[in-house]
């Protein structure tokens, strides 16, 4: 069974930087491609990007490029999603999802993470 | 605003049948068929539901179907059951590392 274990919950003031990870098992996790998905409260789903864990390949949405950093270790099939300074409307849930793809075309999101809940609140 | 256009509420009675629609542009819905929909419970971790239009994996019930007209994409639940309560996305590939998503219909059994 494949799993994505997340991080837990975060509580940090603007400015701050901040790493969440997101952990697999099951599956091979270093030949299939982790995407970060945004959820903010009360709002629907936003693709942040998408890694391939096995030589770390990345690609950013456009509307996340810069503001974040996307990397990975496969040595420990874990994923990350990184701040390097936090802003109030980073409040948001953020999950982990397995991702199929298909010659440059993201086909479909097959398995979530648990999500990880990033407050950021001075 | 979200990308895709979905209401934002549907409801249905037990045993009722539901369609949610997800209504795109050229560039994504109704120019390629890599249209996915997901259920998402409160609190839990959201569940691939159906892919590629009408692609169900294995372990959803067939009481879910999926289809696409134009840049129109529809989910249907059939034989509604209370533990169908819960909101759905759509997605859709939208060109080269791109992928848009809806903005969500929460589905109430009454």
């Known amino acids: 069974e494949v799993q994505l274990v997340q991080s837990g919950a975060e509580v940090k003031k603007p400015g701050e930087s901040l790493k969440i990870s997101c952990q697999g098992s099951?599956?091979?996790?270093?030949?299939?491609?982790i995407a970060w998905v945004r959820q903010m409260t009360g709002k629907g789903l936003e693709w942040m990007g998408i890694?391939?864990?096995?030589?770390?390949?990345?690609r950013y949405s456009p509307s996340f490029q810069g503001q974040v950093t996307i990397s990975a270790d496969k040595s420990i099939n874990t994923a990350y999603l990184q701040w390097s300074s936090l802003k109030a409307s980073d409040t948001a849930m953020y999950y982990c999802?397995?991702?199929?793809?298909?010659?440059?075309?993201?086909?479909?999101?097959?398995?979530w993470g648990q999500g990880t809940l990033v407050t950021v609140s001075s | 605003q979200s990308a895709l256009t979905q209401p934002p509420s549907a409801s249905g009675s037990p045993g009722q049948s539901v369609t949610i629609s997800c209504t795109g542009t050229?560039?994504?819905?109704?120019?390629?068929?890599?249209v996915s929909w997901y259920q998402h419970h409160p609190g839990k971790a959201p569940k691939l539901m159906i892919y590629?239009?009408?692609k169900r994996p294995s372990g959803v019930p067939d009481r879910f179907s999926g289809s696409k007209s134009g840049n129109t994409a529809s989910l249907t639940v059939s034989g509604l059951q209370a533990e169908d309560e819960a909101d759905y996305y759509c997605?859709?590939?939208?060109?080269?590392?791109?992928?848009?998503f809806g903005g969500g219909t929460k589905l109430t059994v009454l």
């Open positions: 890694i391939y864990p096995g030589d770390s390949d990345t």
């Open positions: 050229s560039s994504d819905v109704g120019g390629i068929d890599y």
């Open positions: 999802v397995r991702t199929s793809m298909f010659r440059g075309l993201i086909v479909r999101f097959d398995y």
């Open positions: 997605s859709s590939s939208a060109g080269s590392n791109n992928v848009v």
């Open positions: 590629e239009v009408s």
């Open positions: 099951g599956d091979s996790f270093t030949s299939h491609w």
